[in-house]
């Protein structure tokens, strides 16, 4: 099977550097519909869907390869490696703000920056350490999700989203999540909730710019501020933005913050 159909891949616009994003947790591409087009005059941009979600094929979907987001950041290099082996830049969301954290740490030499919108390398709580959960927290969670996936859905959809004057994105996130295989979702959601990559940080040499947000229940700011200190050379930007997803609820923002940090870079704003 080619990577392209394997991960949905979704080619457009023009220019010297390819920009490439990848969506979050219970998403797919459409979800970059408010920012990647801000980037299509002067860059080739590529979205995607991680194996298991979107439009991608789910027959490629493995619990035991996917046990990890190791095996995403090997798919994530291996559509970079077919749209030509950049270096590109990575614009991740989320849980694929890891995936490129991996995948750049695998094979620097495949990118030029990477852009985390919401990061968090750890969503539990430990000693001199906040996540945003306890233990207990995310155990209630993935038991709630394990019992009854579409009704978690629908609950957590719009408090993931926050956007409180946009109501209609918290719609949208929870059709979102009712869309995906509930199964593959279930699965994913324990990879992700229970991913802890803190010790992989000193590894990373990409440039890195952190997008976090002022108010975000999921990755709280004091994650932001623990990635910055630990990524060296990275830079920390805010995004006024109640929520977790700011690539939807603070857009031009997030376009205004990423273009400058490429600016600084020497690529193309």
């Known amino acids: 099977m080619s990577v392209r159909l394997r991960n949905n891949v979704t080619v457009s616009g023009s220019g010297p550097t390819t920009i490439v994003f990848a969506h979050g947790f219970g998403c ?15 860059y080739r941009v590529v979205v995607f869907d991680l194996v298991g979600s979107g439009n991608s094929d789910l027959t490629a979907y493995d619990r035991e390869r996917y046990a990890s987001l190791h095996a995403y950041a090997d798919d994530l290099l291996e559509i970079i ?5 950049g270096p590109v830049v990575y614009v991740g969301h989320s849980v694929s703000t890891m995936i490129g954290l991996l995948a750049g ?42 019992a009854n996936y579409l009704g978690w859905s629908s609950s957590m959809g719009p408090v993931i989203m926050g956007a409180p004057n946009r109501p209609q994105l918290g719609v949208e996130l929870t059709n979102n999540f009712c869309r995906n295989d509930p199964d593959i979702a279930k699965h994913f959601g324990r990879v992700t909730f229970l991913a802890d990559h803190r010790a992989d940080l000193e590894h990373a040499t990409v440039p890195t710019l952190i997008l976090q947000c002022s108010d975000d229940l999921i990755a709280p700011a004091e994650v932001g501020d623990y990635l910055h200190r ?14 977790h997803c700011p690539h939807m ?4 923002e997030c376009v205004h913050f990423t273009k400058e940090f490429l600016a600084s870079l020497g690529q193309p704003a």
């Not at 797919?28 to 002067?42: K, S």
């Not at 490696?81 to 082996?85: F, H, M, P, Q, V």
Request: proline share 6%; with cysteine; glycine share 10%.
């Open 105 to 146: 740490i695998k094979a620097p030499a495949r990118f030029l920056a990477q852009v985390m919108i919401a990061p968090s390398p750890c969503f539990v709580d430990d000693a001199g350490y906040h996540g945003g959960f306890s233990r207990g927290d995310i155990e209630e969670l993935l038991e709630t999700m394990d």
């Open 28 to 42: 797919d591409q459409v979800v970059w519909r408010f920012m990647a087009p801000a980037f299509e005059a002067r």
């Open 249 to 252: 609820s603070a857009p031009e």
């Open 230 to 243: 630990r990524l060296a050379g990275s830079v920390l930007r805010r995004v006024r933005n109640v929520g």
């Open 81 to 85: 490696d077919d749209l030509g082996g």
